[in-house]
Structures are given as structure tokens and as C-alpha cells.
């Protein structure tokens, strides 16, 4: 405990504990996401990744348990308070409304108003002001090559759509992205670019939750990784000291996790 | 990782020989306004050529505006709850509703005009409400909500009314106001007219430029995208419901400036109407994909069609079947445009 010292961690959660109905999805999980770091989080099915994550974003509310943002404690009702507070989620889902466009997406929920009487009276938006807002956000996550911020997503391909999507959280996560398996539904070339992506936000200094089934995924670029089991974190790891079959033994229960 | 322009490449020669068909998909697909107008236009051309003395006039575009107005304002609010993926099955019931009451408080209870007025705009807001408190309260579909509260809206209607008609004659100014209007160089355009141009060309702009307008979309696109945005989705749905039920008592105002009358026998044939305006006017029923401007070329192509074979002495059933034969027409070229390959 002499890290925090050193390093403050920027979300915690300690003995987090959630019940749905007879079935103990959480049974008393710890979480610690540093500064400027990739924490990949894994974990069979059922080990209760998703919860986890789901109480971190205030998806879901834990019924045991504390949560600390900046070590302050907090209670996110939904997740947009979550937002309110800097954290955005790319869902697996993506959550972008296909017929829109690529601006109207990335300030879907937050849209921006001209200034003055158009924008305070006549509730008129800044089409303009986004549409550049969203080129300059996605050139500088290297996403961009054609400045056409007015095309519909749904003419996107699948890995436009999610760098669409991590753009958005990128752009307005101020402390830190949670990403939920962004790379299942994509190609080799295009999963290389999601994960490039990934870098580039923890490049900006803003540090990235990637959970994922996918372990060469999850070893390339995690800095430490959060081993889920049976609703409990039982180890961090990192790329140096353990090899992926080491992780695959750990979650699965065939190897003791390392003391630490 | 590179977003590109994916948009359709002109058909130039650098595009070896694309389909006409699919160049006029294509063209559909980037302006969905193409269809309804080609149709309107078309429509208009052949109606002038049938009767050219009696259909080509000043005067016949006056009556379609004039007998556009009621079902084009009912459309509108129509649109927005289609927008939403909705619908709603008792729009005419609202509007004849609140109709009757603002014409029986002012003609028999003696409630000064504007003040009866004001009381069947809360109403059409009432009835708007518990359309959208049911459906997101409840979560009952749309459907099967607006077809009970039909049948609710128009009993009541009924009751209320004791089934008679109120005549113009006995309202006080403000209520027939919309049938008055100005007259520009020999053709009448009545307040009631200028009134549905105002609020289409309103609810143009506050689709188009404003926050809410935007979130009725992208509600209909995809909610649960919505709500993962931060879009107060339930919100949006009971504002979209309360904004149609309040349409549908201007609507009603407008329809007795239109008819000098208040009869609780009128609304029904309004429901389906609004729906075939806003069909034909290239709205999508799965919701998210549409323009308002295009449901009133939808009304327009409405009436076009019911005063251009009246004019040319088709009996009403064959305006019925055409109307009919035109949703059918229309969902099906909507379907083609949305297959539309980039």
C-alpha cells in the first residue's frame, strides 16, 4: 500500500459485492487502475468481468463495496453520471445510431449550441463547430484520411464504426476509457488499428480499461493485467513477468495466482 | 485506421457502366425528398392533362392547399412519433376531441373563444400525455396504446358532444379565424393555410438544427444507442407524444376554419390519412430516417389525387383504391432505396 505514495491510482473499488438474485456475480472484487496506464481485465465467463465493469461505469450499482475516483468515494446512479465524472464506455455495441453522421455521433448526448441568441434562444446547433471538433478529434487519433464528417455511419465498415466509437470516448473521457471487447468483431488489419487507437488515448495520458477474451490482444498492449475468478480479482500480472498460457492457467484455476 | 468518402462517385467514366436502376437507387438513396416529389409533380402533370381547363388553376392548388391544411398539421406530429419508431393510431380521435370542446365550451357554455380555444390545446396535450405516459411508463407498444386510446379519445368525443354538430356560424371569430385569409391578386389563401406552411417550416428547422430534433432521431434509430449516449430517451418519447397531441388541437382549429363546423363524426378517415402522408412522403416506419418537409409532399399527393380524379369524375372508391395502391407503392420503393449497395 506504499504505491500510493508514489502513484495515486486513478479508479479503485474495494470488496465490491453484487448479487442477482441466488447467483454472487461479485464476490468481493478489488480493482486499481493507475495513471497513464492499459489495464487489461480478463477472465473466464462468469468470472464477472462484465459486472465488475458494469459497477465501475454505474451501469450497475454494487451492492457491497466502495469505489474511489481520484480517491474520492463515488456512487454512480447511471452512467451518464459516470460520464459526468469522465469516464466513457465504448460498449460492445458501440452505441452509435447508424442512419446519423460521424459528427453528429461523436456529440450524440452532448450536442454543442451556436453562441449567443441562436444558440441560448433558438436551441440551434453548431453544426459547423462539431463537424470540425469531430475531424480535428479523429486526425488526432490518427483516424482520419477524407474529412467527410457529414457521411452516415451506417456506410461505414465494422472498424470504422468502433474508431468512431473510441473516438467519441476518447474525445470526452477526461479521466479514463473502458473498452468492452472492441476487437471481437473485427479483422486482423483492423483489430491492429483498434488497437492502435488504444495506445494512442494512453499516449494522451488518459489510461484505458480493455477488457477482452482476446489474450494476444490483451498482451500486446496491456501494461498490467487484472485476472478475474469466480467473481474476485486473484491476481495482476504483467506482459514481462507471465506468459499467456501463465494468465490462461491463473484464470482458469489451473496455476495459483502469484502472491503479491 | 481511415475513414473514407464512401459516398456514391458520380457516374462518370471512371465507373464502368452502372445500372440505371441503380444510378436512380442511388440518387434516391442521397436525396429520400426525390421520390415523393416526382410523384407530386407527376401526379400534377397528369391531372393538368386529363382536365386541363378545370385541374391546371390557381384556384385547384388554393382547394388541395386548403383541403391539405388539417391532415398535413395532424402529419406532422405523426411524423415525429414515427421518427421515434412509433405510432399513432388516434390522432384523428385527439383532434376531433379536442375540436368538439374548444367548439362546445365557446358555441353552447358560452367560454369566450380564445379562452375555449386555449382549453382544446390542453386537450390535445392531455391526450398526447397519456399516449406517451402509457408507452413509456408502461412500456406498451405504440400500436396497440394509440388504438385503445382511440376508441377512448372518440367515445369521449361522443359522449360529450351527444353526437351533434356545432356550426361555425355559432363560434365566436377566433375559433372559424382559420378559414379567413388574404386575398393576392384574385386567390384566396386562407390563415388556416399559412398556418400549416408556418409549422411545417418550424418543425423543418427544429428537427433539423436543434438538440431535441436530433435526439427524436437518433431515439428511432437505435434507443438503447440512444440511451448508452445519455439521452434522456424516456423524455424525448413522452415530449414527442405531448408535441403530437398539442398538433392535433391545432389541427382541429384548423379543420373548423376548413369545414365552418364541428362535427364528432369527422376524424376517422384522419388517422390513416396522417400515416399515408407521412409513408408516401418517404419517412421510414421502422423509424430514425425521414424529413418532415416530405410528409407534406405526402399530404399533398394525398389530395392532389382525391381533388384531381374528383375534378375528373372518378367516384370516390377509385380515390380509395388509388391512395391505397400509392402506400403500397411507396413502402415498396422505400424498401429498394434502403438496399441501396455504395
Redesign the interface.
Known sequence: MSASVVTAPVLTARGLVKRYGSVTALSGADFDLMPGEILGVIGDNGAGKSTLIKCLTGAEIADEGEVRLDDQPVRFAN??AA?AAGIE?V?Q????????D?A??LF????R?KKGVLGTV????D?KGMREEAASQ?SS??????Q?MN?AVE??SG??RQ??AVSRAGAFGSRLVVMDEPTAALGVK?SN??L??IRSIRDRGIPVVLISHNMPHVFEVADRIHIQRLGRRVAVVTPATHTMSDAVAIMTGAMEPPTT | MTIQAESAPPASAAEPRVGLGRRIQRVLHAQPILGPVLVLVAALLVFSIISPSRFASAETVILILRQTAPIAVLAIGQTIIILTAGIDLSVGAIMVLSMITMAKLNAEQGVPGPLALLIGFVVGLACGAVNGLLVTRLRLPPFIVTLGTFSIFFAINLLYSKSATIRGTDMSGVLNFLGDGVDIGGTFITYGIVLMLALFALMAYVLRNTPWGRHVYAVGDDIEAARLSGIRVTRVLLSVYLVAGLLCAVAAWVLIGRVGSASPQSGQTENLASITAVVLGGTSLFGGRGLVLGTLIGALVVTTFSVGLGIAGVDQQWQLLVTGLLVIGAVTLDQWIRRVKI
Open positions: 452512467p451518464l460520464r464506455t460498449y455495441s458501440l452505441a452509435v445510431c447508424p442512419s446519423l460521424i453528429a455521433n450524440l448526448g452532448r450536442e449550441l433558438f436551441r440551434q446547433l453544426h479523429l487519433l490518427g483516424v482520419l484520411t477524407v467527410n457521411q456506410t461505414l472498424g470504422q474508431a468512431v483492423e488499428r483498434v492502435g487507437l
